[in-house]
């Protein structure tokens, strides 16, 4: 078993180079895997990068609302 690494939204954004804002589109259209701590959303980076990298969406049936 293999531990996530969930960051938040500002690095994710630092480590990728992809806008803040989109990463929030992305949550909000529930294209990546996301956990939401209190006010902070915090992005799962593996998929972050398969998206980035295939464009396909997870399928987000256990994932919060944006």
């Known amino acids: 078993m293999t531990i996530p690494t969930m ?4 690095e994710a954004s630092r480590q990728t180079g992809i806008s803040y804002e ?10 990546i895997i996301y956990v939401r ?5 915090l992005v799962n980076m593996e998929s972050l990068v398969d ?11 256990d994932q919060e609302r944006a």
Not at 22 to 31: C, D, G, T, V
Not at 37 to 41: C, L, M, P, Q, T
């Open 7 to 10: 960051v938040s939204i500002k």
């Open 51 to 61: 998206y980035l990298s295939t464009g396909e969406q997870h399928d987000g049936t």
């Open 22 to 31: 989109f990463i929030r589109q992305l949550i909000r259209e529930r294209k």
């Open 37 to 41: 701590a209190g006010v902070k959303f």
